[in-house]
C-alpha cells in the first residue's frame, strides 16, 4: 500500500466497528473503500447546488457555490482539513503539498466512514442471522430434549408395568402354590382318614368274626339224636356241610356261614331259602327245631338287595 498512515487509518475503523478484517489484500480493500466514498459524494453532489451540507469528518455545514465548478471542487474547496485542523481552504492554496495533503485526509475520512457503513451493516446481517441459525439450534435442543423426556417418561411406564406385571405373576404363583399346599394337606389328611377308618372296620370286622366265631356251637356227634345236618349252597356254586344241634339258634348258623362261608358275602346282606318246600329263614334266635329244620336239609343263600328309599 503506497500510505500507511491510511492504512492504519482503515484497520481503525474496522477495529472500532468491532469487526475482524478479512484475510484480503490491503490495496483491494483501500480500493474498494475510495470507490464507495466517491460514489456517495457524486450521490451529494447530484444534489442542490446551494443546499447546506454537514461535512462526514468535522459535522460542520457547508454551502455548495453554483457556477461552473463541478460538486467535487466545491467540497475540496469548503471540506474541513483532517489532518490539520484548519478552518477552510483558500482557493490560492489549491495545487500545494498542504492542499494535497488535505485532499488525502478527505478521502481517508470518506472511506473509512464508508468502510465503517459498509461493515456496520453487514455485521448487523451478520449478527441477524447469527440470531436465526441460535434460535434454530436451541428450537432443536429443546425439541430433543422434549423427545428424550418423552422417551424416558414412556421407559418409565413400561418399567412400571413390567414390575406390576412380575408383581402380578408372583402373586399368581404364590397362591396357587399355596392352594397346592392346602391341597396336598388335604389329600394327605383325607388318605390319613381314609386309612384311619380302614382300620378301623378291619378291627371291627376282626371284632365282630372273632365274636361270631366264639359264638359257633361245636358239632354234634354222629349219633346224637337232636343232630341236624345242613347242605348250604353259595351264589357262587360252592357248596358246605355242617352239622348242629336241634337246638342251636338260627343266628348261629349265620354267624358259621359268615366265619367260614364264601368270601363273597363279605359285608353282604343275604337269608337262607328252603326251596321244597320254599321257605325263608332270616337271621334271628329261632331254634332249628321251631324253624322246622330237622334231619338232613338243604339250604340255599340268597343275597338281598339293600333297600333304597323311593
Not at 97 to 116: G, K, N, T, V
Not at 183 to 189: D, K, N
Amino acid at each position: 500500500m503506497d500510505d500507511p498512515e491510511l492504512a492504519a487509518a482503515i484497520e481503525a475503523s474496522y477495529n472500532m466497528s468491532g469487526v475482524q478484517l478479512p484475510g484480503a489484500d490491503e490495496d483491494e480493500l483501500l480500493a474498494q473503500a475510495i470507490a464507495m466514498s466517491r460514489l456517495d459524494e457524486a450521490r451529494r453532489g447530484a444534489s442542490s447546488s446551494c443546499a447546506p451540507e454537514v461535512s462526514e469528518v468535522t459535522g460542520r455545514s457547508r454551502v455548495l457555490p453554483s457556477g461552473g465548478q463541478s460538486a467535487m471542487d466545491h467540497d475540496r474547496m469548503s471540506d474541513i482539513a483532517v489532518a490539520g485542523g484548519s478552518e477552510v481552504a483558500s482557493s490560492r492554496d489549491l495545487g500545494s503539498p498542504r492542499h494535497d495533503e488535505e485532499m488525502q485526509d478527505r478521502d481517508l475520512a470518506r472511506a473509512i466512514e464508508a468502510s465503517y457503513a459498509s461493515q456496520t451493516d453487514s455485521g448487523q446481517l451478520a449478527d441477524e442471522a447469527d440470531l436465526v441459525a441460535q434460535a434454530l439450534r436451541i428450537s432443536k435442543m429443546e425439541d430433543e430434549s422434549r423427545a428424550r423426556v418423552s422417551l424416558r417418561e414412556q421407559q418409565e411406564q413400561e418399567l412400571e408395568e413390567s414390575l406390576l406385571m412380575d408383581q402380578m405373576r408372583a402373586q399368581e404363583e404364590k397362591r396357587r402354590r399355596l392352594e397346592e399346599q392346602e391341597e396336598h394337606v388335604l389329600q394327605a389328611s383325607s388318605q390319613e382318614e381314609a386309612a384311619r377308618k380302614l382300620m378301623e372296620e378291619e378291627r371291627r370286622k376282626a371284632q365282630e368274626q372273632a365274636v361270631k366265631r366264639a359264638r359257633v356251637p361245636p358239632e354234634p356227634p354222629a349219633d346224637d339224636s337232636s343232630r341236624v345236618d345242613l347242605m348250604i349252597r353259595f351264589p357262587s356254586g360252592s357248596r358246605m356241610r355242617r352239622a348242629f344241634r336241634a337246638t342251636n339258634s338260627l343266628s348261629q348258623v349265620f354267624d358259621y356261614i359268615d366265619v367260614d362261608g364264601d368270601e363273597s358275602l363279605a359285608s353282604q346282606s343275604y337269608r337262607l331259602v328252603c326251596t321244597m318246600p320254599r321257605c325263608v329263614f332270616e337271621r334271628d334266635e329261632k331254634t332249628l327245631s321251631e324253624a322246622g329244620l330237622k334231619g338232613q336239609c338243604a339250604l340255599l343263600v340268597e343275597l338281598v338287595e339293600p333297600f333304597s328309599p323311593p
